[in-house]
């Protein structure tokens, strides 16, 4: 065998060489298997449809607490609460991408060469045992007959090919010459779309985004962690109005916000739920909203325990002179503890420290439920500067919308998958690779036409139309 291989020419023991390294190649061979594609196909299914069922994310909070602690630390450990990017579930499609395209790469060439090979033209076989109806004789002289048929064949076929001999000229058309490729288009779709899907699992990410009325924010919160990153853009709100039903359910919530980039207004957007917007790759969602503290707040000051001295509209930030003009107050920060209001305070005289601490709205109703700490500490004492007491009167209200910031770069790729495999299916279902064959022979005093065909698949329709070729051949010597 060895001797007799070397005298074989050196493309054909190139080509010998390569199948024997396929055959022998067991994790080529392991890859190249359809019924591989099969299962991983069914697991990925299977794995889809637990992570529909599986509450994902944030969204599995109220289901975890159903859980006992084994059920859900092996559930954890496997990452059944966020399948999606779990590595595993990564992996599982990374071996799908690479079986596709062994068992592609070792079926395509055999395809090719069906693609590239050309029918021969002279060929009497296909011509023998035909109807009647595909026979038409003439009188007419074979030039003249040949004349008629050769234009006719034109106007069918743009392309064609023909061959003369001596009893006669035959000719050979064929459509759909690529349809075997159908199926390879297909495979590169589904490679396509799982691609998309690893690049929007490594590289996308899911956040989340509070902006309170008036204000501007430049970092998002990246779910699953408590990471944030700067999109590249500043976002604002400038306004956000809820509707509700008479039940007291939110009907309608709308973000009207702005995007801007380095301070200045790049696009204006409303956003509402269903209906999100995105700038510069990045989708945002209108998601939630809360009340939260304004920037205004109402401050009453006593001297001692008893004195009232005044009322003081404040502002965030703003500094405001003590009634006995020795120093400064300002209000640091409002936020809500709990449902309740309360403000942070600091005030500075002239060579001393500041001196910060905490007032809340209605504090002596509360302070029944604060914790004894809170309470002797004088982070928490409104009388914490002598011989001022400062109580919070109340505190401006506002919105603050919850948006949910979605990037997956692998959408665009996903997208032109889907039309590669629409795409795939027309060439693979609706097109098969046609030959339509025509003999005008020449039979001395007469002249006799034979048309037939072959197809790969549909051969109803090919006998459609080979039928139709047949009578408009036997109208042009109807007379």
Not at 22 to 36: C, I, T
Not at 154 to 178: D, H, I, N, P, Q
């Amino acid at each position: 065998m060895g001797h007799r291989y070397h005298l074989l020419p050196s493309r054909l023991r190139k080509a010998v060489m390569e199948e024997i390294g396929k055959v022998s190649n067991p994790v080529w061979k392991f890859f190249a298997s359809v019924k591989l594609t099969i299962v991983f196909l069914v697991l990925l299914a299977i794995f889809s449809v637990a992570g529909t069922m599986i509450p994902q994310k944030e969204g599995a909070m109220e289901f975890v607490q159903r859980l006992n602690p084994t059920t859900f630390n092996l559930m954890d450990f496997f990452g059944l609460f966020d399948l999606y990017h779990a590595g595993w579930f990564r992996f599982l499609i990374a071996m799908l991408v690479l079986n596709l395209v062994v068992c592609s790469l070792e079926r395509f060439p055999s395809a090719w060469k069906r693609v590239k090979a050309r029918p021969s033209v002279e060929r009497t076989k296909p011509f023998e045992e035909l109807p009647d109806t595909l026979l038409i004789s003439t009188e007419r002289g074979y030039q003249e007959a040949l004349g008629n048929c050769l234009n006719l064949f034109k106007k069918r076929f743009s392309a064609f090919r023909s061959e003369e001999t001596e009893y006669g000229t035959f000719f050979l058309a064929e459509k759909g010459r690529f349809s075997p490729l159908g199926v390879y288009i297909v495979h590169l779709s589904v490679l396509v779309i799982l691609i998309g899907a690893l690049a929007g699992s490594f590289f996308g990410f899911e956040g989340f985004v509070k902006i309170p009325e008036g204000e501007t924010v430049d970092s998002i919160m990246v779910r699953g962690g408590n990471q944030s990153l700067s999109p590249g853009f500043e976002i604002r709100c400038d306004k956000f109005t809820v509707e509700f039903y008479e039940n007291g359910s939110p009907k309608e919530y709308k973000s009207e916000v702005t995007f801007l980039s380095g301070g200045k207004e790049i696009e204006k957007r409303d956003i509402l739920v269903n209906h999100p917007a995105t700038f510069k790759g990045i989708t945002f969602y209108q998601s939630t909203y809360e009340k939260v503290a304004g920037k205004e707040l109402r401050i009453k000051l006593r001297k001692g325990l008893d004195e009232d001295l005044e009322t003081i509209d404040a502002e965030i930030g703003k500094k405001m002179e003590l009634p006995g003009k020795e120093g400064f107050f300002q209000i640091l920060d409002v936020r809500h503890m709990g449902t309740v209001p309360a403000a942070l305070v600091s005030v500075e005289i002239q060579g001393a420290e500041p001196t910060r601490f905490w007032i809340f709205e209605d504090f002596e109703h509360i302070k029944s439920r604060l914790p004894a700490q809170m309470i002797n500490s004088p982070k928490f004492d409104p009388a914490a500067f002598k011989p001022y007491t400062f109580l919070l009167l109340g505190v401006q209200e506002r919105y603050a919308t919850g948006l949910q910031a979605n990037q997956d770069p692998g959408v665009p790729v996903v997208w032109a998958g889907f039309i590669l495999i629409i795409l795939g299916f027309i060439v693979t279902f609706f097109t098969s690779h046609q030959t339509i064959r025509m003999f005008v022979e020449n039979k001395g005093k007469k002249t006799v036409i034979r048309v037939t065909g072959s197809a790969s698949r549909n051969r109803p329709a090919l006998d459609r139309d080979i039928q139709r070729l047949a009578e408009d051949i036997r109208s042009l010597f109807a007379a």
